[in-house]
C-alpha cells in the first residue's frame, strides 16, 4: 500500500482473509501462511515500512531494520498464524490497537508519554484475534484505536464496535480512534494527515484524564 489504505474494503468482501504486517519476521511468516492457506488472502504490506520501522517522527532519520529484533527472519521455513494478534508491549493502564505502520507510531507515542499502555499489533484484520482484543481491554478498561485510513468507514469503526459490544461494562472511558482525516485541505503536508505519535499521545492523555 502506498497513498491509500483500502483494507476496510477487503474486509467486507465475504470470503476474503485480509492480513497487515507490521516488521519483517511477521511478512515472511504470514505470507507462508497465506500461501499456504486454502483460500484467498489479501496481504497488505505499507510501503513506509520498506526503510525501517517508521515512528512517525518526520524529522528523525529512520532506524533501518538491521538494529530492530524483529528484522531477523530465519531462512528456513517457519509461519505466522493467521488470526492472532501479538502483543508488543505489556501494560495495564490502556489498551492501544494498531497494524501495519501504526504499530511503531503506537509504541512511540507510549515511549513518549509515559502511560503504561499495553500495545496489540493486529497482524490480521479478518480472522480477528476478538479474544486477545477482549481480554487486554477487560484489563486495562480503556481503549485507543490508531490506523492509517480515513476515520469514516475505517475498519477502526468495526474495531470500537467489537470493543464496545463485548466489554461494555469493563470500559471506563470512551474508546477513541486516532485515524487519516476524511478530507485532504489544499497544500497540507504529508505529516499533517499521518496519524503521528502527537495526535496519539493527545489521545492517550485524553483517555486516561476520563
Known sequence: THSQSPEALFTHVAGLQTII????????????SAIENDDPVIFLEPKRLYNGPFNGHYD???????????????????SVPIGKAAIRRKGSAVTVLAYGTMVHVAEAAVTETGIDAEVIDLRSLVPLDIETITASVA????????????????FGTQLAAEVQE??????????????GWDTPYPHAHEW???????????????????
Open 139 to 154: 484489563k486495562t478498561g480503556r481503549c485507543v484505536i490508531v490506523h492509517e485510513a480515513t476515520r469514516l468507514s475505517g
Open 21 to 32: 504486517p507490521s516488521n519483517p519476521y511477521d511478512a515472511k511468516g504470514l505470507l507462508i
Open 192 to 210: 499533517d494527515y499521518f496519524p503521528g505519535p502527537e495526535r496519539v499521545g493527545r489521545a492517550l492523555m485524553q483517555v486516561m484524564e476520563a
Open 60 to 78: 528523525q532519520p529512520v532506524v533501518p531494520w538491521s538494529k530492530h529484533v524483529l528484522s531477523e527472519t530465519p531462512e528456513g521455513y517457519y
Open 166 to 179: 463485548r466489554c461494555f461494562y469493563q470500559l471506563e472511558a470512551p474508546i477513541l480512534r486516532v485515524t
